[in-house]
Nanobody, 131 residues
C-alpha cells in the first residue's frame, strides 16, 4: 500500500521559516513526481512546488511564483522523504499543506502543476502564520 504522512507544520510569526516533511511508504517513491500543494479555508487547492525525474535524468524542481526565491523542495532517498522549506513566511501562506505523488505516467508541461494529476495524497499539515 501507498502512504504519505506530512509533518513539520505549526504556528509561526511572519518572517520565520518552516521545513515540512513528507514520509513516503510503498512504491510511490519510485514514481515520476512528488509535489506540495496548499489550501486555505474556502479556497481551491493550489500548487506550491514539485520535484520530477525520469530514469537516467536529473531531478528537476519547479515552484509557484509566490514561493520562488524563498522555498526549496528536495528529496532524501535514504529516508524516502520529500521536504519543503519555506522562508520569510507571510500571513497569506496560512493553510493546510499537502504532499502528493504520481506513479501513472511522467508529467509534461503544465500537467505537473495540477492537483488532478497526482493520485496519492497525504492528510496534510496545518501552517498558521501570524502577522
Amino acid at each position: 500500500q501507498v502512504h504519505l504522512v506530512e509533518s513539520g507544520g505549526g504556528s509561526v510569526q511572519a518572517g520565520e521559516s518552516l521545513r515540512l516533511s513528507c514520509a513516503a511508504s510503498g512504491h510511490i517513491f519510485s514514481g515520476y513526481a512528488m509535489g506540495w500543494f496548499r489550501q486555505a479555508p474556502g479556497k481551491d487547492r493550489e500548487f506550491v512546488a514539485t520535484i520530477t525525474w525520469n530514469a537516467g535524468s536529473r531531478y528537476l524542481e519547479y515552484y509557484a511564483d509566490f514561493v520562488k526565491g524563498r522555498s526549496t523542495i528536495s528529496r532524501d532517498n535514504a529516508k524516502n522523504t520529500v521536504y519543503l522549506e519555506v522562508n520569510s513566511l507571510k500571513s497569506e501562506d496560512t493553510g493546510v499543506y499537502y504532499c502528493a505523488g504520481t506513479v501513472r505516467a511522467p508529467l509534461y508541461g503544465d500537467s505537473k502543476f495540477l492537483p488532478r494529476e497526482y493520485e496519492y495524497w497525504g492528510r496534510g499539515t496545518q501552517v498558521t502564520v501570524s502577522a
